[in-house]
T-cell receptor
Framework: DSGVTQTPKHLITATGQRVTLRCSPR?????VYWYQQSLDQGLQFLIQ???????AKGNILERFSAQQFPDLHSELNLSSLELGDSALYFC????????????FGQGTRLTVV | AQKVTQAQTEISVVEKEDVTLDCVYE???????LFWYKQPPSGELVFLIR??????QNEISGRYSWNFQKSTSSFNFTITASQVVDSAVYFC?????????????FGAGTRLAVHP
């Protein structure tokens, strides 16, 4: 158990809908990362927050947004969902930025039908 | 640009065989960090090891060992006496200063199947 909690584990929704994925980082970790894993794109970095502030953006679509709350949990919002958004979405956390290792949650498997 | 290449897409071995997973990276950074993660069939990503660019010592942890060679930009992972529980997808990843240390660049992964 990495200590990173993601909910829900599975999500099935229709095209055009909006969903929210939730992540609770390990106790004491200030940095949260979101990754998308799909068969064709592999593991892609989406966005990072550190202590409530956005620190880096990767290949995140404009339809996607995220935030980190004062209690350090984070949410990833996906809207106007398309079939191609079906993927495994991971949250990871680390104590700080820099070279520290990141610990990953179990992921949320999103299926858009 | 930063890049991680895992040329082996799939490897199949019989239990107790030794197996080496290759990882080649590209970066212009002088300071960077390399990682290996394991993704078992259950789907979670499990951290295995971190190595910084200034430490080329090889590391051994039980049946696992890692060989870091800056001269060839490689960070290979060897499992000795493989077991069925080692069956998983293994990812090599890079984090460097040019990326603001903010993101892990993952390779495509190597799927290891260990058969009884």
């Amino acid at each position: 158990d990495s200590g990173v909690t993601q909910t829900p584990k599975h999500l099935i929704t229709a095209t055009g809908q909006r969903v929210t994925l939730r992540c609770s980082p390990r106790s004491g970790d200030l940095s949260v990362y979101w990754y998308q894993q799909s068969l064709d794109q592999g593991l892609q970095f989406l966005i990072q927050y550190y202590n409530g502030e956005e620190r880096a953006k990767g290949n995140i679509l404009e339809r996607f947004s995220a935030q980190q709350f004062p209690d350090l949990h984070s949410e990833l919002n996906l809207s106007s969902l398309e079939l191609g958004d079906s993927a495994l979405y991971f949250c990871a956390s680390s104590v700080r930025t820099g070279g520290t290792e990141a610990f990953f949650g179990q992921g949320t498997r999103l299926t858009v039908v | 640009a930063q890049k991680v290449t895992q040329a082996q897409t799939e490897i199949s071995v019989v239990e107790k065989e030794d197996v080496t997973l290759d990882c080649v990276y590209e970066t212009r950074d002088t300071t960077y960090y390399l990682f290996w993660y394991k993704q078992p069939p259950s789907g979670e990503l499990v951290f295995l090891i971190r190595r910084n660019s200034f430490d080329e010592q090889n590391e051994i942890s039980g049946r696992y060992s890692w060989n870091f060679q800056k001269s060839t930009s490689s960070f290979n992972f060897t499992i000795t006496a493989s077991q069925v529980v080692d069956s998983a997808v293994y990812f090599c990843a890079l984090r460097g200063i040019s990326g603001g240390y903010n993101k892990l660049i993952f390779g495509a992964g190597t799927r290891l199947a260990v058969h009884p």
